[in-house]
Structure formats: structure tokens, C-alpha cells
């Protein structure tokens, strides 16, 4: 007989039935029992009123993996409208120890630092497991509105021998005698690969060495990466990727339903035109200084309020941030030197994406490194693609842990990574 899952029951009401998953909850009465399993779809009700069934269901604990052969029967009371009655029931292996908090409450209520100590349990609770199917379906609208836009996908290295971004932390290891470090983000890689399909994306995780210790920062993440050419400046990767995020959310609404649903999550509308404002106007709605080079929290909190007031929008564009704080291989605005065309989209009142359009010509790249102050020979072979001709081009990469924490409304955004790394976690 081949398994059901549970959330197939409903079709097979009627018949004899045999799943699999583990010992959610047992509830022990008087004159019945009752068995709650879980699988990868929900869970499972079943109905024991054999004495013998009952001595044997006694000697199970929580978290140990059972199959159950039993009736699937109507019942409106019990998850999915379907209870499994006169069963048997085999244990699959031994009993479990039960996990340091109950998986069955509906919300954890351990600590997050016991709940990260004990993930590979703790990602078993609904809520938790809800969370990654969110980021599953995301990915999934990633690749797919990307693809529907001609885009090829690319596996670039991990390892890479300089930092991709100068000044920034990188992790450095050994290789081979060598030293290389873990891949910032797949910049260069992706860019070099425009000069092939004109339009590429990856899906990977990069690293980052920063000593940061907050709700928003991991020091390795999942980027989902973005770039093509040919085109006019950053309003072109701005509307690219307007219609990525849209068709992420799609997804997630499509694929992910029931865990939207665990979560009580609505996602939001993306507008048909994000609102955008520019660098000096954002400094002016957030009330920060003139001379302010970047944007703090504070300030990307009260553009985020501001976008909600005024246009209604959970998504807001801040273009044109100053070339100072932007990488070398950004393309300055024509009119605006100072001012780059690049761009960060606020989801939320968070920072979610970083893009623009960058550099396409070798002399440009030589002239802005040497504006820097930075030596060419680091950054050689990556360099040389630009002196074989590539077309003007710009890109995206949006955090995909910082994506699924702000649709979801979590407070850190360790709730919902499988296996978070940080500056003081690097197990399990």
C-alpha cells in the first residue's frame, strides 16, 4: 500500500490508508486516545480506542517517527476534515528524545538563541517550517519571472582570489598555498557573464566578514542576483526589477498558500510604478542632514512610513546615492557627477535591494580606480573582459533572508534561516 500524505486524506475518505511522519502530539483520555502526525504537508488525527493499540501508543514520545494503517473516515472536527480510525501503529525506529520546547504549541516559545541551538528540531514547528517554504516559493518566482524575461542562469565561483568590493571585510582562507577569499557577492562574475547571454542571474550564497550584531545582518546570506545589458541607465534595471519582485510575490502567493496562511501573512500589491525618490530628496523626508552620505535604519523607517502615507506603497526607490558611497564600478549620473545611477529599494522601511547600472568602457574603470586610490593589478581579469567590448549594462542583488523576514513580519532575521551564520554562530 503506498503511503497518503496527509493532505491527501480528504480523496481517500472511505478507505484504508497508511501514512508516515512523526508523533506530533498524543493526547491520552479516559475512554480514547488520540495521535497527532506530522508530515511535510500537516497533520494527521488519528483515533485509538484498541486497549492494546493504546499500551503500545503510551510508549511513544514525541518526535518518534511512526506508520499508521488505519480507515480514513469524515470528520469535521479533525485537521483537514478527515480522523484515522481503527489503526495500527509501528514505530519506524526508536523512540525519540523529545526536542528542549514542545513543537505541538502553536508558537515556539523558546528563546530564538535555544531555538537556533537546536534547529535541526526547532524547524520542524509549523511556523518555522512555514517560513522556508515562503523562501522556497520566492526563489521559485525569482528564477521564473527572470526566465520569462530571457535571462539565462549562471553558477559563478565561491572562492575567489580578491575582494569584490574594495574596503570591505572578506573572509580569506588557503588554497593551495594561496590565499583567496569567500565571494562577496558574484559582481564581477555576473558582469563578465553579460558579455556572453546579455542576461544573467544566479541564486548563491555570498559572505560577508563585518562585524555587524544586529536583527538584519548575517555574515553569509542567499543573493539573488540580477544583470543585463544594453541598457539606457538604472531605470531600466529598476524596471526589471519592479517585475522580479511582483513575480516573486506571485509565487509565493501560489505556491505557498498554506504557509502564508500558518503565518496569517498577506503579501502586499507591488505597484505598477514604484514610487522613487532621489538620494537628496530622501535625506530631506527622513529629516536627516544635507550632507548625510548614506542613509541610516532611522531614516530608510521614515521613507518607508512616508511611501505608505503618500502613495499608498510598501515599496519605495531611493535613486541617485552619492558616487562616495557607492563601489567603483558604478556609473555616475551624466548631469549629476557627484550622484551615481544607482539605487536601493525599501521594502518596508528596510534596504532590501542594492543596483544600478555600472561602468561598461576599460578607460572608465582605470580612471575610477585611479580616483581611488586603488591599484588595477587586483582586479586584472576582470578588467581585461571590458578592453573585448561589453554593452552598457547594470543589475540587482535582493537579500533573500530580508526579503521572506520583512513579508512575513519578523522581528530578526534569524527566524527565518535554516542554519543562520553571525558573528558568534557557526553551528549547527
Do not use: C
Amino acid at each position: 500500500m503506498q503511503r497518503t500524505l496527509s493532505q491527501h486524506l480528504p480523496a481517500r475518505i472511505g478507505t484504508t490508508v497508511r501514512i508516515a511522519g512523526w508523533v506530533h502530539r498524543r493526547r491520552l483520555l479516559k475512554s480514547v486516545a488520540f495521535l497527532i502526525v506530522r508530515d511535510a504537508t500537516g497533520l494527521a488525527q488519528v483515533v485509538v480506542t484498541d486497549p492494546a493499540v493504546r499500551a503500545e501508543l503510551e510508549k511513544l514520545t514525541e518526535e518518534t517517527v511512526v506508520e499508521v494503517t488505519a480507515t480514513a473516515t469524515a470528520n469535521g472536527t479533525a485537521p483537514a476534515g478527515v480522523e484515522l480510525t481503527d489503526p495500527t501503529v509501528r514505530p519506524l525506529g526508536s523512540p525519540a528524545v523529545p526536542p528542549p520546547f514542545d513543537l505541538y504549541r502553536p508558537a515556539l516559545t523558546a528563546s530564538l538563541p535555544t531555538q537556533l541551538d537546536n534547529a535541526p528540531t526547532a524547524l520542524r514547528h509549523p511556523t518555522r517550517s512555514a517560513a522556508l517554504r515562503i523562501s522556497a516559493a520566492a526563489v521559485a518566482g525569482f528564477r521564473a519571472a527572470l526566465d520569462a524575461q530571457d535571462f539565462v542562469e549562471v553558477h559563478t565561483p565561491k572562492v575567489v582570489s580578491s575582494s569584490t568590493e574594495s574596503g570591505a571585510n572578506v573572509f580569506a582562507l588557503d588554497w593551495f598555498g594561496r590565499p583567496a577569499y569567500l565571494a562577496q557577492s558574484p559582481q564581477f562574475y555576473k558582469q563578465l557573464m553579460v558579455g556572453v547571454f546579455e542576461r544573467v542571474y544566479e541564486v548563491g550564497p555570498v559572505f560577508r566578514a563585518e562585524p555587524h550584531d544586529t536583527v538584519r545582518h548575517l555574515a553569509q546570506y542567499t543573493s539573488l542576483d540580477a544583470e543585463l545589458g544594453f541598457v539606457t541607465d538604472h531605470r531600466d534595471v529598476m524596471r526589471v526589477l519592479r517585475d522580479t519582485v511582483a513575480g516573486m510575490l506571485d509565487a509565493v502567493s501560489g505556491r505557498a498558500g498554506d504557509a502564508l496562511a500558518t503565518l496569517d501573512v498577506t503579501p502586499p500589491q507591488v505597484p505598477a510604478q514604484i514610487p522613487a525618490v532621489h538620494f537628496t530628496e530622501a535625506l530631506t523626508i527622513a529629516g536627516a542632514p544635507a550632507d548625510e552620505p548614506d542613509l541610516a535604519p532611522a531614516h530608510e523607517r521614515a521613507l518607508g512610513e512616508w511611501a505608505v502615507r503618500e502613495h499608498g506603497s510598501d515599496f519605495l526607490f531611493v535613486t541617485g546615492y552619492p558616487m562616495a558611497k557607492r563601489p567603483f564600478y558604478t556609473h555616475p549620473d551624466p548631469t549629476r557627477p557627484a550622484y551615481s545611477n544607482g539605487f536601493d529599494l525599501l521594502f518596508r522601511g528596510l534596504e532590501l535591494v542594492t543596483g544600478g547600472q555600472r561602468l561598461h568602457r576599460h578607460a572608465d574603470y582605470l580612471a575610477a580606480l585611479a580616483a581611488r586610490g586603488e591599484p588595477v593589478e587586483p582586479y586584472a581579469g576582470y578588467l581585461d573582459a571590458f578592453r573585448h567590448g561589453m554593452p552598457p549594462h547594470g543589475g540587482f542583488a535582493i537579500g533573500l533572508e530580508r526579503f521572506v523576514a520583512r513579508l512575513v513580519g519578523a522581528a530578526n532575521v534569524r527566524e527565518v534561516t535554516a542554519f543562520p551564520r553571525d558573528l558568534h554562530r557557526l553551528t549547527p
